[in-house]
């Protein structure tokens, strides 16, 4: 897309929807010199300016003036985009009303459900399915809103999507679930909704970790309490390791305890070596002890 450079006249058009000045906004287009969709060297109109910050009024009199909702950013992000990543609903809806394309996507594939699934916009979220928005749409790297929503422990976003026929174990292009991220992350409260909607608890990573490996080797407790409830490998993965391993060698304890009390002990990784062994190469002395007391 070819820019051209931006008058006097259009930098302070921009200005004046960047900080909400409908006052001043309504003179420079009765000047008659400033074209209602004049775009900066990024490609952003004064449309994109004034939804991203949240100033309804402004957005009002530019669509009622003639301002495309469609154009874009060089990124590919629309004025709605930005609406639903501020989580600006009335603006969400004036842009929706006056044709905003519900699925617009940036160029890493992103859409306003999207953002607003990221942000945690539950009402934003609620509007965009509501008017039709693709629960499964995905990224580049093939991320969902809700693999996205997961990530960021947005729970009441991720029981949203699912109601709405999200897809529970659909997978980024590296075979990460929803629930891999948020067991990865720590999000209890997700894990257990996704677990609830019938996420398979051991589907792993192109590396060969599971959710509960994850969980173990980054120390969350609680996850690793919701997984134990759905009955995942305690055994050897992919990786060479097993859960407990991933807790002994990085230290966590409390995940240790957990797993201790249903695993195999002397359970050998892909090196010959036991967990507590593998506690002992690390120098985590905490969990030797534990270890050792329970052989």
Not at 161 to 169: E, H, I, K, P, S
Request: proline share 3%; hydrophobic share 40%; charged share 20%.
């Amino acid at each position: 897309m070819s820019l051209k450079k931006e008058s006097r006249t259009d930098v302070q058009f921009h200005l004046a929807a960047l900080r909400g000045d409908c006052d001043r906004l309504r003179q420079l287009l009765d000047t008659g010199k400033v074209h209602i969709d004049s775009r900066d060297r990024d490609g952003t109109t004064p449309l994109i300016l004034s939804a991203a910050m949240g100033h309804t009024e402004c957005v009002q009199e530019l669509l009622a003036q003639g301002a495309d909702p469609a154009c874009c950013r060089t990124t590919g992000t629309t004025a709605l985009f930005f609406a639903a990543q501020g989580g600006f609903l009335d603006i969400a809806r004036l842009l929706l009303d006056a044709g905003a394309a519900i699925d617009a996507p940036s160029t890493d594939g992103g859409t306003p459900l999207f953002v607003a699934c990221q942000c945690g916009h539950l009402p934003v979220v609620e509007e965009l399915i509501q008017r039709g928005a693709n629960v499964n749409s995905c990224m580049k790297d093939k991320a969902t809103p809700l693999f996205i929503a997961a990530q960021n422990g947005h729970e009441e976003v991720c029981l949203c999507l699912l109601a709405n026929g999200a897809g529970v174990d659909m997978a980024r292009l590296d075979r990460a679930t929803p629930l891999w991220i948020a067991a990865q992350c720590g999000h209890q409260r997700v894990a257990r909704a996704l677990l609830a909607a019938g996420a398979r608890v051991d589907m792993h990573r192109q590396d060969g970790a599971t959710p509960l490996f994850k969980a173990a080797h980054k120390g969350h407790a609680t996850v690793v309490q919701e997984l134990l409830k759905y009955n995942p490998n305690l055994g050897l993965l992919p990786n060479g390791q097993s859960a407990l391993h991933g807790a002994a060698m990085f230290g966590q304890l409390s995940c240790v305890r957990l797993l201790a009390r249903r695993s195999n002990l002397s359970l050998r990784n892909s090196q010959g070596l036991n967990a507590l062994q593998v506690a002992a190469h690390a120098g985590k002395k905490d969990i030797v002890a534990y270890l050792s007391s329970h052989t």
